[in-house]
């Protein structure tokens, strides 16, 4: 299967303060995903972005698809920001990567 | 509109028992999924489904099959469970049209 990487396994931010996160991966795909996930435990698409640039409020991302990176940036960060981000890449079925976990400190 | 709902919440077997786990989706969606999710990792896909009449392995099939009963529901069965299923399972549905994926709430589920 596609290998996926995600740094850093671990982040803690001020509130207000911005951050990148990176998904690698090994292998074309044409289908890459952030997720967040929350403290809950619920998952929510944030992005789907298999190539270029969106953004959303806050909230970015850029893929690289021809170097087989992504990346993930959040600014001004707020504690509802807590959590674990996930990126998922594939063909025909997703992989995931282990997950950044993200805490935001008031 | 429920989007993608999921039964039991919780769920606590003895090894060797069997069991369903359910999911619907209200969002007219033809691609389903599961995945596992265990302790500090990612999620890895059990099976999924393409469109209803369909179904294929995904990266850790064994133990567990499942059924597309129809366009709405995706059922996931353990014949006979083992410790090592114990995880958190999550359904999720796929849009045709952005590709994104929406995720139930998932199902803690403890093997003893």
């Known amino acids: 299967g596609i290998q996926v990487e995600q740094s850093p396994p671990d982040l803690i931010l001020q509130e207000g303060a911005n951050s990148t996160l990176r998904c690698n991966f090994s292998?074309?795909?044409?289908?890459l995903q952030w997720f967040h996930q929350n403290p809950w435990g619920q998952l929510i698409n944030l992005f789907y972005?298999?190539?270029g640039t969106k953004q959303n409020g806050r909230l970015s991302a850029t893929t690289v698809a021809t170097e087989r990176y992504s990346l993930l940036y959040i600014s001004s960060s707020q504690t509802t920001d807590s959590g674990v981000y996930f990126c998922a890449v594939g063909l025909n079925q997703f992989y995931f990567g282990t997950g950044t976990s993200l805490t935001v400190i008031p | 509109n429920a989007g993608v709902t999921q039964t039991p919440k919780f769920q606590v077997l003895k090894t060797g028992q069997s069991m369903t786990l359910q999911c619907a989706q209200d969002m007219n969606h033809n691609s389903m999924y599961w995945y596992r999710q265990d302790p500090g990792m990612g999620l890895r896909l059990i099976y999924y489904s393409a469109s209803e009449g369909t179904t294929d392995k995904g990266e850790v099939p064994n133990g567990y099959n499942v059924s597309r009963l129809n366009k709405r529901e995706f059922s996931l069965r353990l014949e006979s469970a083992a410790p090592s299923q114990t995880s958190v399972y999550f359904c999720?549905?796929?849009?045709?049209?952005?590709?994104?994926?929406?995720f139930g709430p998932g199902t803690r589920l403890t093997v003893t």
């Open positions: 972005i298999p190539s």
């Open positions: 999720a549905s796929e849009s045709q049209i952005s590709y994104e994926q929406y």
């Open positions: 292998d074309s795909v044409n289908n």
